[in-house]
Nanobody
Framework: QVQLVESGGGLVQAGGSLRLSCAVSGSIGAIKAMGWYRQAPGKQRELVATFTSGDSTNYADPVKDRFTISRDNAKNTVYLQMNSLKPEDTAVYSC?????????WGRGTQVTVSS
């Protein structure tokens, strides 16, 4: 069993920054990918940033040059540094990890950016 717990969300003004964390615990095997998705009200879930094979990273176009994904393998934690936040970044941010044939998800953390 694998658990993912996000933290770091909150309310911030436009132009501000937040840092999200996702701690992974439990039966951790070989990780194929891990990262962050988000879902805004009335919209589909979308990929924000992810680690794929090795240390390769991938970012959604709307967040490129503003968000940075990183991880601490010793702590089994993945981070999302979000700078220059915009009201359209408002969403529930969820982390995931892909191991074997299963994707595990956290419950999500709310990020609200006021204008």
């Amino acid at each position: 069993q694998v658990q993912l717990v996000e933290s770091g969300g909150g309310l911030v003004q436009a132009g501000g920054s937040l840092r999200l964390s996702c701690a992974v615990s439990g039966s951790i095997g070989a990780i194929k990918a891990m990262g962050w998705y988000r879902q805004a009200p009335g919209k589909q879930r979308e990929l924000v940033a992810t680690f794929t094979s090795g240390d390769s990273t991938n970012y959604a176009d709307p967040v490129k040059d503003r968000f940075t994904i990183s991880r601490d393998n010793a702590k089994n934690t993945v981070y999302l540094q979000m700078n220059s936040l915009k009201p359209e970044d408002t969403a529930v941010y969820s982390c995931y990890v892909h191991m074997g044939f299963v994707m595990y998800w956290g419950r999500g953390t709310q990020v609200t950016v006021s204008s």
